[in-house]
């Protein structure tokens, strides 16, 4: 069987997201005519306005604390996992981070510090968490 990774592909997930829509939109019409693409773009547009919400709010919890700090760098190297998201570090940090890479680099590397000069930093390929190392002084 030929499974496609969404998470490393983000071409592959945006075309996937698309399909999802308008095989939504012709269901509904099959099924209930107009009113049932309307209760589809009804139902695509709280998706999307759910995931704004959620990226809104970590951001907003980001803006309050200093760039490239953290609370506990070990506990940060522990949580991390392959293939998460740069909001999906940012929630956990609650703070961005430092960046590191040289700008429009497609691998992003970020760091956060925390009080004991305990660093982790984050290198984000294609838009996914690809590997992170924790640099002790």
Same mark, same amino acid.
């Given at each position: 069987?030929?499974?496609? &990774?969404?998470? &490393? &592909?983000? #071409?592959?997930?945006?075309?996937? #997201?698309?399909?999802?829509a308008?095989?939504?939109?012709? +269901?509904?019409? $099959?099924?209930?005519?107009?009113?049932?693409? /309307?209760?589809?773009?009804?139902?695509?547009?709280?998706?999307? +306005?759910?995931?704004?919400?959620?990226?809104?709010?970590?951001?907003r $919890?980001?803006?309050?604390?200093? !760039?490239?700090?953290?609370?506990? #760098?070990?506990?940060?190297? /522990?949580?991390?996992?392959?293939?998460?998201?740069?909001?999906?570090?940012?929630?956990?940090?609650?703070?961005?981070?430092?960046?590191?890479?040289?700008? &429009?680099?497609? =691998?992003?590397?970020?760091?956060?510090?925390?009080?004991?000069?305990? $660093? !982790?930093?984050?290198?984000?390929? $294609?838009?996914?968490? #690809?590997?992170?190392? +924790?640099?002790? =002084?």
């Amino acid at each position: 069987m030929f499974f496609l &990774n969404f998470r &490393n &592909n983000p #071409a592959v997930a945006q075309g996937g #997201a698309a399909l999802v829509a308008v095989a939504l939109a012709v +269901l509904g019409y $099959r099924t209930y005519g107009w009113g049932g693409v /309307a209760l589809a773009a009804g139902g695509l547009v709280m998706w999307v +306005l759910l995931h704004m919400t959620r990226m809104l709010l970590v951001l907003r $919890r980001t803006a309050g604390r200093p !760039v490239g700090t953290v609370s506990s #760098a070990v506990m940060l190297h /522990a949580r991390l996992q392959r293939g998460m998201t740069l909001l999906q570090v940012l929630a956990l940090t609650r703070a961005l981070g430092q960046c590191v890479s040289p700008p &429009n680099g497609d =691998p992003e590397v970020y760091q956060w510090t925390d009080g004991g000069n305990v $660093r !982790v930093r984050c290198t984000f390929a $294609r838009g996914a968490l #690809a590997q992170w190392e +924790l640099l002790r =002084p």
